[in-house]
């Protein structure tokens, strides 16, 4: 039997466990409750006695064991420390060191957007590619720049924290995040409920919007179904995400912009309302940067776990 | 006698060229005119020529040169090709494959705002430190993106292109890359004296400014003597530093910003005005990211091209 590789993508409700192959094939995957009691104390324990039953239930020797990969909802630095994990009612936590102590195996950790985004690179929309940046429009903007295949962690776990990149002077509500104006407050989900609602309350046009719950699906719908004022929604979103994307590319130059979370599964619609607006922002060097959709969906965080814990 | 490494900053006047030890010593550094005519067909001869007349001077074997590091005004990529340097005449040339041929020595080439990050780095005021973005306010904003010790070159060489990162909706007037609201419109030296007639232009205040010339270090003259018209357009200046560099820090979060440039002559000043807003505008895990003024002022070229030969 060949070398395995296991992996856990913590999230608030569940934690998401992986068996992978050195060549990244998944060869099992499964689920525990995120047990949140406690501060989060249990959450570590639970991952490492789930995964000492799989090695025991399927013969794997500790020896056979590369590492085990963890992506965690918090700024995790290059030492595998956490520095707050709201979600989880973690505090500053190592989390390499702890789980290493609870299962004798290495352990490598990384914030969960950004192993996603080493998960895309390594078998989703992102593979072939070393230079890029994945983006997650979910119900805020998760990011992941990847330079030369490599994450950017940044020096305090932060990189990739683009969805609170600043791109509109002008807001006056107030992001989760304290401040006004930032990128996840128009090209997320909930920023396009948000230009939808407003939309709706400043024009008196018709629209199928009007008759059913706003969300980036409906949204999408209406669009795709050819409804004007979807359409000019569409175009505020796409002219927020080109605007945004267009910043992180003046910064690192990537060749392909991997799209993913929610929002993408609208699909190819996203990326041409985005790319438009990109072209208008972006420095011309960066200009032809590709965009292409996220495909390994809720496994990208185990993928990248596990890519992570290969890396080491 | 120790292995020796060359170094070139090629300038639309002049090539600064470099003769170092590995530790980063400079042992010799001169100058010679950048030939411009012929398309620049005459620079890297001339560069070849005058190194090698240095080794001969000095009674330097090839193989105790190290490498010749090159720094050059364009975007290039990480197999040394340049795409376009407007300011020399050069089309697409591939500096590496031209210089080694010429000279018998590996070469290495990256963009001139890159590698004087990297000297910053090495030597300057970016030492001792591995995450890193070095800044040059000067006639435009030239940027330098350093993870984990290494330059961001990105996918065509333009990695660190900040200059041109969208910071202003409202922006009537066209950058010199053709966009509208660039980063380099405001807080660069034309930035600054562009602010300062502004509001010169709107305001009816007494100012010392009203008596003369008008360029970033009139205006930071008159901020440190007190006067009020000025220190409110060091305020602006401010918001648009603070505001670009939070936008870098949300990409890659990190653990210094290195002030250059003509700018930067004006000392801690620049720094103080522009931080105020940075810890305004940036996502909170990246708000302790520090500030420092950067040393190497015109060696920094060298200094980084030399590091660039060093780090093949």
């Given at each position: ?95 390499k060191e702890e789980l290493e102590k609870?299962t004798g195996v290495t352990v ?205």
């Amino acid at each position: 039997m060949g070398k395995r590789i296991f992996a856990a993508d913590i999230g608030g409700t569940t934690v998401k466990l992986g068996m992978f192959t050195v060549e990244g094939e998944l060869l099992d995957k499964w689920e525990i409750d995120t047990r949140k009691e406690n501060n989060g104390g249990f959450i570590l324990p639970d991952i490492a006695d789930s995964i000492k039953a799989k090695m025991e239930s399927e013969n794997i020797a500790k020896e056979d064991v590369i590492g085990i990969g963890v992506g965690a909802p918090g700024p995790v630095d290059k030492s595998g420390v956490i520095y707050k994990a709201v979600n989880l009612g973690w505090g500053v936590l190592n989390i390499k060191e702890e789980l290493e102590k609870l299962t004798g195996v290495t352990v490598m950790a990384g914030n969960d957007a950004n192993v996603a985004a080493l998960g895309e690179m390594w078998k989703g929309g992102g593979e072939g590619y070393s230079d890029l940046v994945v983006v997650t429009l979910g119900t805020g903007i998760g990011g992941g720049v990847i330079i030369d295949g490599r994450i950017v962690t940044g020096y305090k776990g932060a990189g990739g924290e683009i969805g609170h990149i600043h791109i509109n002077d002008d807001e006056t509500e107030v992001c989760g995040c304290g401040n006004k104006g930032c990128f996840e407050q128009y090209a997320s989900a909930t920023g396009i409920a948000r230009l939808a609602n407003r939309k709706l309350g400043s024009s008196n046009e018709d629209s199928v919007l009007r008759k059913c719950e706003i969300n980036a699906k409906t949204v999408f719908d209406a669009v795709k179904a050819g409804d004007k004022l979807a359409m000019e929604i569409a175009e505020e979103f796409g002219e927020y995400l080109g605007k945004g994307l267009a910043n992180v590319a003046d910064v690192t130059n990537p060749e392909v912009f991997v799209i993913g979370g929610g929002v993408s599964k609208a699909g190819q619609v996203i990326i041409d309302y985005g790319q438009k607006y990109f072209k208008k922002y972006v420095f011309h060097a960066c200009r032809d940067a590709k965009f292409v959709l996220a495909k390994l969906g809720n496994d990208a965080g185990i993928y990248g776990a596990a890519k992570l814990a290969l890396n080491m």
